[in-house]
Every structure is written in C-alpha cells, then in structure tokens.
C-alpha cells in the first residue's frame, strides 16, 4: 500500500544518509581489490593487500569520525563483527562521537548467501552482540556484506527488533517491507561508493555525488541521496578531501536533513510512508 503523501521532517526537500563501512576479512586473507594493479599469484599470502584492508579500522575510522564531527554529521557506521574484537577502541568512539553503529555481518568474506538460515541467524545475533558489549549500543539496522542477503534475512532482522536494512536494491526513497515479525524500513544506499574510483580520480565522487544531488534537490523533493565510504578507502585523504568538499557544499543548501539511518527508519516507520512510483510522472 502506498502512502498517499511522503515527506520528511519539517518539509525538507532532500534526506542525506551517510553510512561508513568498517570492515575487515578472515585472518591471512586481503580484500578482494586493491590498489594494486597487478595481482599477486595465487596461493601466495598478500602481506600487502591484508596490510592495506587493515589500514579503516588502525586510522581511516578514526579520520572519518573526525571528518564528520568538523561538519556536524551524525553518520551509521556498519561493522563488521570481528572488528569490534580487533579495534575495540575505534567502534567504541564510533558511537562516544554521536554515531550510530549497524550490524554488518561477522566478517566481510563470509556472505550471508552462503549459509544455511541457522547460520545465518546465529550470524546476526553474534554480530549484534559484539556491537553492543563494545560500543554500548545495539545496532538498530543492518547491511549484509555486499548486500548478499536471503530470502530470511529480513524476517531475522524484524525478530531481533531491527528498524531498518540497508539492503534495498529496488527503490530510491526508504520505504516499509512486512515480514513474519512486524514491518522493517528498507533504506538504500550508495551505488556508487568510494571503492568506485580506485584506480581512477577521486574527482569522479565529487562528479556523481553534486549532479546526482543537484538533480533530486531540483526536481524530486522530498528526495533522499545516500552516501557511503569505507573507512579503508574513504578513510584516506585524497578520499576523505572530496567528501569534505561535498558535505559542505550540500550544507549550503536549504531544506537538508542530514540523518542517521536509525532516524530516518523511525521517521519512515512512525509516519507510515510507502512511496509511490508515479510521484516521478510529476517530479
């Protein structure tokens, strides 16, 4: 059932979610990607690449966090389990900084889609456990690694009293998914995150992300844009440079409701808001 009407908290014309992923992999196993152009060969152990994946949770979380607080955002990082065992420090300053911390799986190299529904719920239950003894919240949403969720992954969520996933692949604005246990708000993010300019210009983000939010502001209001980075990649300066640039140059505009995902979730719950498509006929 669509909502007859859909806005945001005092008529702002555009929601800016910014989620941060903090990841990391099974021991002795790098990223998949890298800055590398040229791979190692297999099977042997790439020091490099595992030393360069490790580099969000030792210092990139820890400049993002910073970036964020300089332009008064309150961002969702999204953890991985394991790192709140491996830099307990970082995810506990996640949230001491005002952030909201969401569940992200246990380890970024094991896939949701992989596992049988026992093990995938006892994943999520894990995840949200370390979450919440390290940081001392409980995560109130969740994005699988690299949105490889199940035909389960919703209702588990709902049945641990999460607002939101971040799994949405089939809508722009946020909007409420039933399942066994109640609705739960499907928030997209970024399709384009920093990962996307690797071995490019980091210029491309600052491209995408001020025409992408010209655009909605213009003509879709109430619009909703998505920004996400990963304390790996965005936590690095020539990454970090160009969303500072981009924050403050949303900022200049009126009618912006920067949100946490949790914010936005309860928002989208609370108000009952199911956008409907046709809106767009008359954008």
Not at 100 to 107: E, F, I, K, P, S
Not at 189 to 198: E, G, P
Request: with cysteine.
């Amino acid at each position: 059932m669509t909502s007859t009407t859909y806005s945001w908290p005092n008529g702002k014309r555009i929601a800016v979610g910014v989620t941060v992923m903090l990841e990391t992999w099974s021991e002795g196993k790098a990223p998949p990607y890298g800055v590398q152009a040229s791979p190692i060969k297999a099977g042997a152990v790439d020091l490099g690449g595992i030393a360069w994946g490790s580099y969000g949770g030792k210092v990139g979380v820890w400049r993002i966090i910073n970036l964020l607080k300089q332009n008064g955002i309150r961002g969702t990082f999204c953890v991985n389990g394991r790192c709140a065992e491996i830099f307990p420090e970082a995810v506990e300053q996640i949230v001491k900084s005002g952030h909201d911390v969401a569940g992200h799986a246990y380890l970024q190299d094991q896939l949701m889609a992989y596992m049988t529904p026992e093990e995938e719920q006892r994943t999520i239950r894990q995840c949200l456990d370390l979450l919440e003894k390290v940081s001392g919240m409980r995560p109130q949403g969740w994005v699988s690694p690299v949105m490889a969720y199940t035909a389960h992954t919703r209702d588990f969520l709902a049945a641990e009293k999460l607002l939101w996933s971040g799994d949405a692949r089939d809508t722009d604005l946020p909007r409420i998914s039933e399942t066994r246990y109640g609705p739960i708000a499907q928030i997209p993010i970024s399709d384009f995150t920093d990962n996307r300019v690797l071995r490019s210009s980091s210029m491309d983000l600052w491209d995408v992300h001020k025409e992408t939010f010209d655009y909605l502001y213009q003509h879709e209001a109430p619009a909703f844009m998505a920004m996400s980075m990963h304390c790996h990649f965005g936590g690095r300066p020539m990454i970090s440079a160009i969303f500072e640039k981009l924050f403050k140059y949303i900022a200049r505009h009126d009618g912006v409701w920067f949100a946490t995902y949790a914010e936005i979730a309860k928002w989208v719950l609370d108000n009952k808001l199911d956008p409907d498509p046709r809106r767009l006929l008359t954008a």
